[in-house]
């Protein structure tokens, strides 16, 4: 019997916040205990119910490989990825990027503490980030840079990731390192989407033969204000350039059939060092393989539709939400098990919500507006929970 029979007030305490009290105490044991089999058992859990707030910064750093399962390496580990971060805000200093109005570089506490707007810490997330890919403009070109679409892309998903670990009314009440560590979960989050592109590209694909087929009136009338363009049923997109992509499966798809003809796991530090070199592609061969996929698919025509897609709805639907969304998706990542769909099933229930608004729209401008346009609190929680229901 699933949960949902199970109890009819399931869905309730979901929607209010209190759904998975079973998962929740399922996680907390799992991360207590710390069996062989973690990593995949965290993931299954992330791919199918919502973190709490006070789990979500461990799971996700599990899974995304920035700390270990064991305890042992994490502090020297962690440590220096500080101590790295805190250098590179020094040479952005230097540079004329970072200025004494954005932070205090006089200040000996903590970085979070000594960046003095908030609003600042999506930017600097996103300067440090393209510095260490090396795709970061001259300080004469970086105001022009940090306006282009794709960057605009980065921006909002670092504000995601701010607002959940970072952003508080007293950064003083932060704990230790709360910057430095929501970077490199950032960090970590955007290599692994880089290096998978192409899938992400296919997904979008994917969602408008879908709505061609179920949807032809709507279809025809996007296709004909310009918003999106007919798509070859054969084409396939795959960062690899092996083109044979037709299941959604990528990298790590190989991860999880190695898991499954293993199910007695008898040596930890075997399976983190798998976990590990699967999760760390090189940073600049995860910009280079998300450019050439975007370039040879010629993304910019997508717009606005795959905005959708490359930043996981933040900007469209409530930040609550979003970051349910990447629960799945980084823990549908780790699982090999179709890491995109829950993007699909969104996209759904979206446009199915917009539709009639979208209809009487004749104008490119105006329909672009309203496919990007926020939505509230309580129409983002329709949506989400249509999506995963259905």
Known sequence: MSNDDRNFRYGYYEKVGFGGIEEKKSLEILLRENP?????????????????????????????????????????????????????????????LVNHE???????????????????????????????TKQLASTMNIAHQLQKIDTH??????EVFAKEFVHTNSPSSLPPYTFEDTYWIYKHF??????????????????????????????????????????DNNCNCNCNGNGNNNNLNFQFSHHHHHQQQQQSLTNNSNQHTQNSTLLQ?????????????????????FRPIITWFVRFFSGIIHQNF?????????????????????????SKALILYQRKQLLRLNNTEQLKHQLLMPLSLEESENIFFRAVNN
């Open 190 to 231: 955007m290599l692994i989407i880089n290096s998978n592109i192409g899938t992400l590209i296919e997904t979008y694909e994917k969602f408008i033969q879908y709505l061609s087929h179920e949807d032809n009136t709507l279809h025809n009338h996007l296709v004909k204000n310009g918003i999106i363009k007919q798509i």
């Open 281 to 301: 592609p090189s940073t600049s061969q995860s910009w280079i393989c998300r450019q050439n996929s975007i370039h040879q698919k010629k993304v910019h025509t």
């Open 153 to 158: 892309d980065l921006l909002y998903l670092s």
């Open 102 to 132: 954005q932070i205090n570089i006089d200040d000996d506490s903590m970085l979070a503490e000594r960046i003095i707007n908030v609003q600042d810490y999506p930017r600097m997330i996103v300067i440090i980030f393209l510095l260490e």
């Open 322 to 346: 979003v970051i349910r969304v990447l629960d799945k998706v980084i823990g549908c990542l780790i699982n090999g098990s179709r890491p995109f769909y829950v993007l699909i099933s969104v």
């Open 36 to 96: 062989p089999d973690l990593l995949s058992r965290l993931a299954q859990l992330a791919s199918r119910y919502s973190l709490s707030p006070g789990q979500r910064k461990q799971v996700w750093q599990l899974l995304l490989d920035v700390i270990k399962p064991d305890n042992r390496i994490n502090e020297i580990r962690c440590q220096t990825r500080r101590k790295i971060v805190q250098h590179i805000i020094q040479a952005l200093t230097v540079m004329g």
